[in-house]
T-cell receptor, first 109, second 113 residues
């Protein structure tokens, strides 16, 4: 079983829609959590960290559910520029980041 | 710029040759990571350095792969006797310390023909 699992998508949504992605992780001792964004043929870039209490950054909201071992990302009022692959990242053992395979989002006009 | 720098950006090599990929992390970042990414997949962990030492090399696929970071800054990933299956984008990342967010370089696209 992979350490981090994501629905690969693609999620095809119209501009202005709200879309949510989930990600599950296998190691209950995981310590820190992140969402990264990756554009085609580019490197991953940090979108936001995920805190136990949940956190929001503009149109983006991240939630962590430790009991169920999943992380979510909610994007409100989708923009064309949100089209990308979203990578769920989990860090445990203090020494490596495990990446999911990514969820592809296509925002259509 | 102040980001993670990787060279070369592209490398084409013949099967069986030796290659070196270089990573220059963000200044002051003690943690350095190498990842490999194939098309349609998330980055796959290879090795992690804390300072000069390889704290975790459990992701290296076999003994053809080796990485060094002799002065705790620049790192080199070395691949011997390259195979076509080694073709991928090799990503380097650095962070201030373990468990803090990592910042990636633009990657080296390795093609073995």
């Amino acid at each position: 079983r992979k350490e981090v699992e994501q629905d690969p998508g693609p999620f095809n949504v119209p501009e202005g829609a709200t879309v949510a992605f989930n990600c599950t992780y296998s190691n209950s001792a995981s310590q820190s959590f992140f969402w990264y964004r990756q554009d085609c043929r580019k490197e991953p870039k940090l979108l936001m960290s995920v805190y136990s209490s949940g956190n929001e950054d503009g149109r983006f909201t991240a939630q962590l559910n430790r009991a169920s071992q999943y992380i979510s990302l909610l994007i409100r009022d989708s923009k064309l520029s949100d089209s990308a692959t979203y990578l769920c990242v989990v860090n445990f053992n203090f020494n490596k980041f495990y990446f999911g395979s990514g969820t592809k989002l296509n925002v259509k006009p | 710029g102040a980001g993670v720098s990787q060279t070369p950006s592209n490398k084409v090599t013949e099967k069986g040759k030796y290659v070196e990929l270089r990573c220059d992390p963000i200044s002051g970042h003690t943690a350095l990571y190498w990842y490999r990414q194939s098309l349609g997949q998330g980055p796959e962990f290879l090795i992690y350095f804390q300072g000069t030492g390889a704290a975790d090399d459990s992701g290296l696929p076999n003994d053809r792969f080796f990485a060094v970071r002799p002065e705790g800054s620049v790192s080199t990933l070395k691949i011997q006797r390259t195979e076509r299956g080694d073709s991928a984008v090799y990503l380097c990342a650095s962070s201030l310390g373990a468990n803090t967010e990592a910042f990636f370089g633009q990657g080296t696209r390795l093609t073995v023909v």
